[in-house]
């Protein structure tokens, strides 16, 4: 059985270019959320997928977008890049509808902007 | 809003001895509290979890917290270290909105180093 599956694992990107993670969900898992993890910090929540609408929002800009797919798996697009967009991605895929916080955390895709 | 302090940053204990991270938490009610473990270069693994009842709480790798309301303390705790626990470790919190599986805090995490 399948955990979370992020791709790419890492990649390098320029200041003001666009950027798509991918990840996948846990088998039978519905919601996929997405976190920035700076180096040095822990995870902070960007956004939350369930039935393919944007469901919850941190306290990120516009830049950073989702989308979730018919079969639950999600991406997480950031445009425009900053220096400070470097970090570790993690997703995070869940139920729903257990009320018990029932994550499940991919490895994480390491984005570097120079 | 909720918010998690882990006011410890690096903490270096000796194989064998016994472990306490500090973990503080502001929130209006009781809040759902974690632990996390992370290693280099890895996602997070879920140590042990606190949603009601008893206030100590068992996870895996033979680690414990404790939940005091009174202090707003949710501290991990291990009676032996080994070398393999050393690690990155996260105290997080969620809300009791009734919505399932809803948005985590995590604090800024304590890096614990086990010496031989």
């Known amino acids: 059985d399948a955990g979370v599956t992020q791709s790419p694992t890492h990649l390098i990107k320029t200041r003001g270019q666009q950027v798509t993670l991918r990840c996948s969900p846990k088998?039978?898992?519905?919601?996929v959320s997405w976190y920035q993890q700076a180096l040095g910090q822990g995870p902070q929540f960007i956004f939350q997928y369930y039935e393919e609408e944007e469901r919850q929002r941190g306290n990120f800009p516009d830049r950073f977008s989702g989308h979730q797919f018919p079969n639950y798996s999600s991406e997480l697009n950031v445009n425009a890049l900053l220096l400070g967009d470097s970090a570790l991605y993690l997703c995070?895929?869940?139920?729903?509808?257990?009320?018990?916080?029932?994550?499940?955390f991919g490895s994480g895709t390491r984005l570097t902007v120079v | 809003a909720q918010s998690v302090t882990q006011p410890d940053i690096h903490i270096t204990v000796s194989e064998g001895a016994s472990l306490e991270l500090r973990c503080n938490y502001s929130?209006?009610?009781?809040?759902?509290l974690f632990w996390y473990v992370q290693s280099p270069g890895q996602g997070l693994q879920l140590l042990l979890k606190?949603?009601?009842?008893?206030?100590l709480v068992q996870g895996i790798k033979g680690f414990e917290a404790e939940f005091k309301r009174s202090q707003s303390s949710f501290n991990l705790r291990k009676p032996s270290v080994h070398w393999s626990d050393a690690a990155e470790y996260f105290c997080?919190?969620?809300?009791?909105?009734?919505?399932?599986?809803?948005?985590?805090?995590f604090g800024t995490g304590t890096r614990l180093q086990v010496t031989l």
């Open positions: 997080a919190v969620g809300a009791r909105d009734g919505v399932g599986a809803s948005k985590l805090t």
């Open positions: 995070a895929s869940s139920f729903r509808h257990l009320s018990n916080y029932g994550y499940t």
């Open positions: 606190y949603f009601s009842g008893d206030t």
């Open positions: 088998s039978g898992h519905d919601t």
């Open positions: 929130y209006g009610a009781t809040p759902y």
